[in-house]
Protein backbone atom coordinates (compact mmCIF):
# COMPACT_ATOMS: atom_id res chain seq x y z
CA UNK A 1 0.00 0.00 0.00
CA UNK A 2 1.30 3.29 -1.33
CA UNK A 3 2.01 6.17 1.74
CA UNK A 4 3.25 9.37 1.02
CA UNK A 5 5.38 11.70 3.90
CA UNK A 6 5.79 15.23 3.90
CA UNK A 7 8.17 16.55 6.21
CA UNK A 8 8.23 19.01 7.79
CA UNK A 9 4.03 19.24 8.92
CA UNK A 10 4.53 23.23 9.44
CA UNK A 11 7.48 25.27 8.60
CA UNK A 12 8.21 29.35 9.54
CA UNK A 13 10.80 31.38 7.52
CA UNK A 14 11.45 34.55 7.08
CA UNK A 15 10.60 36.68 3.83
CA UNK A 16 13.30 35.98 1.24
CA UNK A 17 14.79 32.98 2.08
CA UNK A 18 14.83 29.78 0.05
CA UNK A 19 13.19 26.95 1.12
CA UNK A 20 12.89 23.02 0.83
CA UNK A 21 9.76 20.93 1.26
CA UNK A 22 10.32 17.24 1.60
CA UNK A 23 8.24 14.25 0.02
CA UNK A 24 8.94 10.61 0.60
CA UNK A 25 6.79 7.63 -0.79
CA UNK A 26 7.13 3.88 -0.14
CA UNK A 27 6.40 2.18 -3.13
CA UNK A 28 8.99 3.85 -6.32
CA UNK A 29 6.54 2.37 -8.77
CA UNK A 30 4.70 5.46 -9.89
CA UNK A 31 3.80 6.93 -12.84
CA UNK A 32 4.00 10.45 -12.20
CA UNK A 33 4.25 12.82 -8.99
CA UNK A 34 2.50 16.23 -8.67
CA UNK A 35 2.65 19.24 -5.60
CA UNK A 36 -0.42 21.21 -5.18
CA UNK A 37 -0.68 24.11 -3.37
CA UNK A 38 -4.26 24.70 -0.64
CA UNK A 39 -4.94 28.21 0.50
CA UNK A 40 -7.50 27.96 3.57
CA UNK A 41 -10.64 27.00 3.15
CA UNK A 42 -9.65 26.48 -1.13
CA UNK A 43 -9.57 23.95 -3.69
CA UNK A 44 -6.20 22.79 -4.93
CA UNK A 45 -3.83 24.56 -7.29
CA UNK A 46 -1.69 22.61 -9.28
CA UNK A 47 2.08 23.09 -9.01
CA UNK A 48 4.26 21.21 -10.80
CA UNK A 49 4.01 17.95 -12.51
CA UNK A 50 7.22 15.51 -12.52
CA UNK A 51 6.80 12.29 -14.67
CA UNK A 52 8.62 8.89 -13.41
CA UNK A 53 10.88 9.34 -16.33
CA UNK A 54 11.67 12.64 -15.22
CA UNK A 55 14.36 13.76 -12.75
CA UNK A 56 13.00 17.71 -12.09
CA UNK A 57 10.30 20.39 -13.12
CA UNK A 58 10.62 24.07 -13.00
CA UNK A 59 8.02 27.05 -12.95
CA UNK A 60 9.32 30.42 -11.73
CA UNK A 61 10.67 30.39 -8.31
CA UNK A 62 9.46 26.87 -7.97
CA UNK A 63 11.68 23.79 -8.69
CA UNK A 64 10.49 19.86 -7.75
CA UNK A 65 12.96 16.88 -8.21
CA UNK A 66 12.50 13.40 -8.30
CA UNK A 67 14.27 10.40 -7.55
CA UNK A 68 12.25 7.51 -8.37
CA UNK A 69 14.13 4.72 -6.95
CA UNK A 70 14.75 6.23 -3.40
CA UNK A 71 10.97 7.24 -2.85
CA UNK A 72 11.86 10.97 -2.70
CA UNK A 73 10.78 14.49 -3.98
CA UNK A 74 11.71 17.99 -2.77
CA UNK A 75 10.26 20.97 -3.89
CA UNK A 76 12.62 23.99 -3.66
CA UNK A 77 10.68 27.21 -3.20
CA UNK A 78 13.15 30.48 -4.13
CA UNK A 79 12.92 33.64 -2.32
CA UNK A 80 10.16 32.93 -0.52
CA UNK A 81 7.15 35.50 0.06
CA UNK A 82 4.51 36.12 2.21
CA UNK A 83 2.37 35.16 -0.50
CA UNK A 84 3.82 31.55 -0.76
CA UNK A 85 2.13 31.24 2.52
CA UNK A 86 -0.35 28.16 1.90
CA UNK A 87 -0.71 24.32 2.51
CA UNK A 88 1.58 22.54 0.30
CA UNK A 89 0.56 18.74 -0.79
CA UNK A 90 2.56 16.19 -2.77
CA UNK A 91 0.79 13.08 -4.59
CA UNK A 92 2.29 10.28 -6.52
CA UNK A 93 0.01 8.25 -9.33
CA UNK A 94 0.63 4.28 -9.71
CA UNK A 95 -0.84 3.27 -12.80
CA UNK A 96 -1.87 0.18 -10.98
CA UNK A 97 -3.91 1.41 -8.91
CA UNK A 98 -5.10 4.08 -10.83
CA UNK A 99 -5.71 6.46 -8.17
CA UNK A 100 -3.73 9.70 -6.71
CA UNK A 101 -2.55 9.16 -3.22
CA UNK A 102 -1.77 12.44 -1.33
CA UNK A 103 0.77 13.23 1.47
CA UNK A 104 0.02 14.63 4.65
CA UNK A 105 0.72 18.46 3.64
CA UNK A 106 3.58 20.85 4.79
CA UNK A 107 1.88 24.14 6.67
CA UNK A 108 4.20 27.19 5.47
CA UNK A 109 3.81 30.61 6.81
CA UNK A 110 6.67 33.16 5.22
CA UNK A 111 6.47 35.77 7.71
CA UNK A 112 7.01 39.55 6.20
CA UNK B 1 -5.93 25.11 -19.48
CA UNK B 2 -7.73 22.29 -18.16
CA UNK B 3 -10.79 23.93 -15.87
CA UNK B 4 -12.99 22.42 -13.33
CA UNK B 5 -15.85 23.71 -11.69
CA UNK B 6 -17.85 22.54 -8.40
CA UNK B 7 -21.69 23.61 -7.83
CA UNK B 8 -22.60 25.28 -5.19
CA UNK B 9 -19.47 26.50 -3.25
CA UNK B 10 -21.04 26.52 0.10
CA UNK B 11 -24.35 24.70 1.07
CA UNK B 12 -25.93 24.53 4.03
CA UNK B 13 -28.78 21.87 4.65
CA UNK B 14 -30.89 20.22 7.70
CA UNK B 15 -29.93 17.13 9.25
CA UNK B 16 -32.11 14.34 7.27
CA UNK B 17 -32.15 15.89 3.88
CA UNK B 18 -30.42 15.19 0.84
CA UNK B 19 -28.29 17.44 -1.02
CA UNK B 20 -26.66 16.88 -4.66
CA UNK B 21 -22.94 18.64 -5.36
CA UNK B 22 -21.50 19.26 -9.30
CA UNK B 23 -18.61 19.02 -10.93
CA UNK B 24 -17.90 20.16 -14.20
CA UNK B 25 -14.66 19.88 -17.11
CA UNK B 26 -15.35 22.85 -18.90
CA UNK B 27 -13.17 22.72 -21.55
CA UNK B 28 -11.87 18.98 -21.49
CA UNK B 29 -13.84 15.43 -21.85
CA UNK B 30 -13.02 13.70 -18.34
CA UNK B 31 -13.54 9.92 -18.90
CA UNK B 32 -12.69 9.30 -15.24
CA UNK B 33 -13.51 11.71 -12.22
CA UNK B 34 -12.89 11.43 -8.79
CA UNK B 35 -14.39 12.60 -5.34
CA UNK B 36 -12.57 13.44 -2.39
CA UNK B 37 -13.80 14.68 1.07
CA UNK B 38 -11.27 16.69 3.44
CA UNK B 39 -11.55 16.93 6.94
CA UNK B 40 -10.18 20.03 8.54
CA UNK B 41 -6.34 20.30 8.97
CA UNK B 42 -5.81 16.57 7.01
CA UNK B 43 -5.02 15.86 3.73
CA UNK B 44 -7.73 14.56 1.11
CA UNK B 45 -8.88 11.23 1.41
CA UNK B 46 -10.47 9.64 -2.42
CA UNK B 47 -14.31 9.15 -1.42
CA UNK B 48 -14.79 7.33 -5.14
CA UNK B 49 -13.72 6.92 -8.91
CA UNK B 50 -16.10 7.28 -11.53
CA UNK B 51 -15.89 6.58 -14.80
CA UNK B 52 -18.49 7.91 -17.86
CA UNK B 53 -21.40 5.50 -18.27
CA UNK B 54 -20.29 3.25 -15.58
CA UNK B 55 -20.67 2.45 -11.48
CA UNK B 56 -18.71 4.08 -9.54
CA UNK B 57 -16.00 2.09 -7.68
CA UNK B 58 -16.04 3.38 -3.57
CA UNK B 59 -13.05 3.31 -1.35
CA UNK B 60 -12.97 1.06 1.53
CA UNK B 61 -15.32 2.53 4.25
CA UNK B 62 -17.23 4.92 2.23
CA UNK B 63 -20.87 3.96 1.62
CA UNK B 64 -22.06 4.19 -1.55
CA UNK B 65 -25.99 4.35 -0.76
CA UNK B 66 -25.42 7.46 1.36
CA UNK B 67 -23.00 8.98 -1.30
CA UNK B 68 -24.50 8.31 -4.48
CA UNK B 69 -21.84 9.28 -7.67
CA UNK B 70 -23.43 9.46 -11.06
CA UNK B 71 -20.84 10.18 -14.09
CA UNK B 72 -23.28 10.25 -16.97
CA UNK B 73 -21.70 12.14 -19.40
CA UNK B 74 -18.14 13.04 -20.29
CA UNK B 75 -18.20 16.49 -18.55
CA UNK B 76 -20.55 16.47 -16.05
CA UNK B 77 -20.17 14.18 -12.21
CA UNK B 78 -23.04 14.71 -9.41
CA UNK B 79 -22.40 13.71 -5.54
CA UNK B 80 -25.36 13.60 -3.74
CA UNK B 81 -25.07 13.11 0.37
CA UNK B 82 -28.52 11.33 1.24
CA UNK B 83 -30.02 11.98 4.29
CA UNK B 84 -26.96 14.17 5.61
CA UNK B 85 -26.01 14.11 8.96
CA UNK B 86 -23.83 16.59 10.77
CA UNK B 87 -20.71 14.25 10.65
CA UNK B 88 -21.15 14.62 7.21
CA UNK B 89 -20.30 18.11 7.25
CA UNK B 90 -17.01 18.75 5.66
CA UNK B 91 -15.01 20.03 2.07
CA UNK B 92 -15.71 17.85 -0.99
CA UNK B 93 -13.27 18.11 -3.90
CA UNK B 94 -14.05 16.83 -7.07
CA UNK B 95 -11.17 15.98 -9.79
CA UNK B 96 -11.13 15.15 -13.42
CA UNK B 97 -8.57 13.29 -15.89
CA UNK B 98 -8.35 14.24 -19.22
CA UNK B 99 -9.20 10.76 -21.30
CA UNK B 100 -7.13 12.44 -24.27
CA UNK B 101 -4.05 12.95 -22.22
CA UNK B 102 -1.00 11.04 -21.73
CA UNK B 103 0.04 12.38 -18.29
CA UNK B 104 -2.60 11.14 -16.19
CA UNK B 105 -2.95 14.43 -14.83
CA UNK B 106 -6.25 15.33 -12.41
CA UNK B 107 -7.74 18.65 -12.42
CA UNK B 108 -9.18 19.95 -9.24
CA UNK B 109 -12.34 21.62 -9.02
CA UNK B 110 -12.63 24.72 -5.98
CA UNK B 111 -14.28 22.53 -3.66
CA UNK B 112 -17.75 22.66 -1.82
CA UNK B 113 -18.22 23.11 1.90
CA UNK B 114 -20.52 21.04 3.37
CA UNK B 115 -22.30 22.13 6.91
CA UNK B 116 -24.93 19.73 7.85
CA UNK B 117 -27.29 21.42 10.89
Known amino acids: KQEVTQIPAALSVPEGENLVLNCSFT??????LQWFRQDPGKGLTSLLLIQSSQREQTSGRLNASLDKSSGRSTLYIAASQPGDSATYLC???????????FGTGTLLAVQP | GAVVSQHPSRVICKSGTSVKIECRSL??????MFWYRQFPKQSLMLMAT?????????EQGVEKDKFLINHASLTLSTLTVTSAHPEDSSFYIC?????????????FGPGTRLTVT
Open chain 1, 27 to 32: DSAIYN
Open chain 2, 50 to 58: SNEGSKATY
Open chain 2, 27 to 32: DFQATT
Open chain 1, 91 to 101: AVYGGATNKLI
Open chain 2, 95 to 107: SARDGSSATYEQY
